[in-house]
């Protein structure tokens, strides 16, 4: 990130390189209509996106601008160039998010203060899911500031927004199949938070924890990481086991699919395959869940699980 000050001198410009590329000619992507005519939504100019960027260096300002920002960071492609490479602007993003720390144990989180950061969230994710930027977040340890977010179990809605809009960072990180952000997220302490939000999260925490875990599955590193010890494998198989019951009595086809995607995955290792075998979940032994959706994406996984695991378990192939 640059150094000097953020309104820089009058050759620079404050925002960096990016901003004369991508504001500097007001371009802009236009918002599809929901009615889908030709009519278009009001635009937002590229100077008013400056404009926002820029209060954010003013503390009086800061929280409408974040505010803003977050409503409309998809009207521009190269903003998260824009906030990773202006002055100051992610060291702002992260001054939102260690200053709530303090209330995350407390009850005394409110409902104001959580958006405020889940605002900043909004615009960390942009720079995670941007294929320049993702790699320079792995690379100073951004994630690892969300994980008291992560670590929180209060099921009240300002900390639940917290934990969710924090997967959200996460899960655009892990999108690309990176085996480096893959082996970064292996190496810190996010697998156990990960695992515990799967297993007691909100069903949306839940369904976003678990995609991650899928992807961390996904990777050859990442499957050898949970199958290579007993120990680990046998948390792993509980908490999934543990989900697959919960779903008995509270279907959600959405989760369902990429628990039995998961358990595919690990199918995929003859350890893993050997004692998914013997401690498979009853209820995805006897086809309890066949009649939960008409989604033919889900008994097809269903299908392939029983028939991977064929040699001791029964059910419809």
Not at 154 to 159: G, Q
Not at 219 to 226: E, I, P, S, V, W
Request: with cysteine; charged share 15%.
């Amino acid at each position: 990130m640059h150094g000097g000050h953020p309104l820089g001198n009058s050759n620079a410009h404050p925002l960096g390189p990016a901003a004369n590329s991508s504001f500097g000619s007001g371009s802009q992507r236009s918002t599809p209509n929901p009615l889908g005519s030709n009519v278009s939504s009001p635009a937002t100019t590229g100077d008013e996106i400056y404009q926002l960027v820029l209060e954010l260096y003013n503390p009086p300002s800061r929280e409408q601008a974040l505010s803003e920002l977050s409503k409309k960071r998809d009207q521009f492609e190269d903003l998260a160039l824009v906030l990773w490479n202006s002055y100051g602007v992610m060291a702002i993003i992260l001054q939102e998010i260690v200053t709530v720390y303090p209330l995350l144990h407390s009850a005394s989180l409110s409902v104001q203060a959580s958006n405020r950061v889940c605002n900043a969230l909004a615009l960390l994710q942009l720079v995670a899911a941007h294929p320049k930027t993702r790699h320079l977040l792995i690379h100073a340890n951004f994630p690892q500031f969300l994980y008291p977010f992560l670590s929180t179990t209060s099921k009240s809605k300002p900390y639940d927004n917290l934990r969710l809009t924090s997967l959200g960072v996460i899960g655009a990180i892990v999108k690309n199949d990176s085996p480096e952000i893959i082996h970064f997220f292996l190496q810190t302490e996010f697998l156990p938070l990960c695992l515990k939000i799967m297993e007691i999260g909100s069903e949306l925490c839940k369904v976003v924890a678990t995609f991650i875990f899928h992807k961390i599955l996904s990777d050859d590193g990442g499957l050898m990481f949970m199958t290579d010890h007993p120990h680990r494998f046998y948390i792993v198989q509980l908490v999934l086991n543990n989900m697959i019951e919960q779903l008995v009595d509270s279907t959600s086809p959405r989760l369902l699919k990429i628990i039995v995607r998961c358990y595919l995955r690990l199918a995929d290792d003859a350890r893993a395959r050997d004692e998914l075998r013997q401690h498979l979940p009853e209820p995805l032994r006897n086809a309890t869940f066949f009649s939960v959706s008409d989604d033919p994406t889900i008994k097809r996984y269903f299908g392939q699980l029983l028939l991977k695991l064929s040699d001791n378990v029964g059910g419809p192939q």
